[in-house]
């Protein structure tokens, strides 16, 4: 107990207590309400538990959807939106009365993050106590993890399988990665967008094993569920939903792309049409080109796979704040760079601005909402504008500080690695 507190350096245990204090104050946050007398509401979980109890009675997990929808942008609206192979594996928790149900959910969401650390640092090595005191500051302030655990979205499970998969792949079990990825993919499309970045470096077992399995969650999916249900979530809802929307909690390349064009989906949602497109198709086939221009197909970086993986809600037509939950991956990593020397003063400033983004930036774009600020005379009023929309860019431009600094770090890496031969030779 003495070595784990640090015991009896006074730096050690001021580190060790700081870390104590962030998780107690993580625990009374989000862990002792499901100790509460009444289950937390967890919105987005009780959508699923709806889809998974129409699909265990015979029915349609759409209906949800079918009597919420937002005509005009079905991007705005509630209900189940995922194929119908994830609700099925929740059709357990229908078994038991929903307040238990909501309990175990958020419980288990919440196990899912601290499994993938666990897979995280089993791969790069145990964290020094400083370094873990970084990331346990940055996950008890981390906006999209805290909307994440409140409103009971299951993107923490598609962490954990991506974390799985990064792990597999690092350590060259292929097919055991490909299952993880095909996993994610079913739950949830847009980790399919990972498979031309494997078809690039030409892992044909992975791609093989991501396909059967997406191909095996289909076959599920039409198992347990009509052939009409099935239609109506790939030829109907994925087209509307892959359309996008401006609405500013999209923070996706579309999403950025379709408020430039019309500022007014900031509010009333709905795309941008071919404007919206001709800036949202080419940064995206500029952020693949970059992906791309990282890879090395000589060997295998942990951050390489990391920078492919940030790149996802990105690309994604629609990504809120819940998606960027999979962004623990390469933070994760970019800490251990940094509390090992391997950054500069001014990658290790990105990073606190990134922090600043995920954090108090994203609170205090919602007081701005709410609390708007006065409206200036003139040209003047462009700086509360300006200020407004820029905070309310926080998580997109968080995402794209954490892409930069992968790839920077990654590029010193190669470099790294390249010198050492070089040295060996002259040797």
Not at 236 to 253: D, F, K, V
Request: aromatic fraction near 12%; include cysteine.
């Amino acid at each position: 107990m003495r070595r784990l507190l640090g015991w009896p350096h006074p730096r050690q245990l001021a580190l060790s207590a700081l870390i104590g204090i962030l998780l107690a104050f993580y625990a009374w946050r989000f862990l002792l309400p499901l100790l509460g007398p009444q289950a937390p509401r967890a919105d987005d979980f009780q959508d699923y538990l709806f889809a998974a109890q129409q699909i265990a009675s015979g029915g349609n997990p759409y209906d949800g959807f079918i009597r919420n929808h937002v005509a005009w942008d079905w991007s705005l609206s509630s209900g189940y939106l995922y194929p119908p192979a994830f609700a099925v594996t929740l059709i357990p928790l229908t078994w038991i009365a929903n307040d238990l149900a909501v309990r175990i959910w958020l419980f288990l969401i919440q196990a899912a993050v601290l499994a993938s650390l666990v897979i995280i640092y089993r791969v790069i090595g145990r964290p020094s106590r400083a370094e873990l005191l970084a990331l346990v500051a940055v996950l008890t302030t981390f906006f999209p993890l805290a909307n994440t655990v409140l409103a009971g979205t299951m993107n923490s499970l598609l962490l954990l399988l991506l974390a799985a998969a990064w792990a597999c792949w690092y350590r060259r079990r292929d097919v055991a990665s490909g299952v993880l990825v095909g996993a994610a993919a079913v739950f949830k499309l847009f980790p399919a967008a990972l498979l031309p970045y494997l078809a690039w470096r030409r892992h044909w077992k992975l791609l093989a094993a991501a396909t059967a399995t997406g191909l095996i969650g289909i076959g599920l999916g039409l198992a347990v569920t009509s052939v009409d249900h099935n239609i109506y979530y790939f030829r109907e809802m994925l087209p509307h939903l892959a359309a996008g929307t401006g609405y500013r909690e999209n923070q996706s390349l579309a999403g950025v792309a379709a408020r430039i064009c019309d500022p007014n989906t900031a509010n009333a949602g709905g795309s941008a049409g071919w404007c919206g497109r001709l800036i949202d198709w080419p940064s995206v086939l500029v952020l693949l080109a970059i992906v791309w221009r990282m890879t090395s197909r000589a060997s295998r970086s942990g951050l390489e796979f990391a920078l492919a993986v940030t790149a996802l809600p990105l690309i994604s037509s629609v990504t809120w704040s819940f998606p960027l939950v999979i962004l623990i991956l390469p933070i994760a990593l970019l800490v251990r760079q940094a509390l090992r020397g391997r950054m500069s003063r001014g990658q290790i400033r990105a990073l606190m601005v990134a922090w600043i983004c995920f954090s108090a930036a994203p609170a205090i774009h919602y007081l701005l909402i709410l609390y708007p600020l006065p409206r200036w005379n003139g040209g003047l009023d462009l700086v509360p504008q300006g200020i407004t929309r820029l905070f309310g860019e926080a998580y997109f431009i968080g995402t794209v500080i954490v892409f930069a600094s992968i790839v920077v770090a990654l590029r010193k890496e190669r470099r790294v690695e390249a010198a050492f031969p070089a040295q060996a030779i002259a040797a």
